[in-house]
């Protein structure tokens, strides 16, 4: 079983940053084999992916986010972050860390809210 824990959400206001964490424990066949991601969900809406980081640390972006947020992974440390900049009120979301390696785990999630 993979623990994930999610840190570093909060209220922003629009045009402001965010740095959001995602540490994994437990049964690790080795944190460098999985496929990172980050999820969102908003009210009412399909949760659906905001960036991805593979094992050879290839990256890909919503068209949402894309220029605004990064994503990236410390394999030593077991961790992935989202870098969020830019941020609009329509970022205001859960934002759920994600790990795949042959089973897909999930953390609990973090809330950020973009409001003046």
């Known amino acids: 079983q993979v623990q994930l824990v999610e840190s570093g959400g909060g209220l922003v206001q629009p045009g402001g940053s965010l740095r959001l964490s995602c540490v994994a424990s437990g049964s690790l066949f080795g944190f460098g084999m999985y496929d990172m991601a980050w999820y969102r969900q908003a009210p009412g809406k399909q949760r659906e992916l905001v960036a991805a980081i593979t094992r050879s640390r290839s990256t890909n972006y919503s068209a949402s986010v894309k220029g605004r947020f990064t994503i990236s992974r410390d394999n030593a440390e077991n961790t992935v972050d989202l870098q969020m900049n830019s941020l609009k009120p329509e970022d205001t979301a859960v934002y759920y860390c994600?790990?795949?390696?042959?089973?897909?785990?999930w953390g609990q999630g973090t809330q950020v809210t973009v409001s003046s």
């Open positions: 994600n790990a795949r390696y042959i089973i897909s785990y």
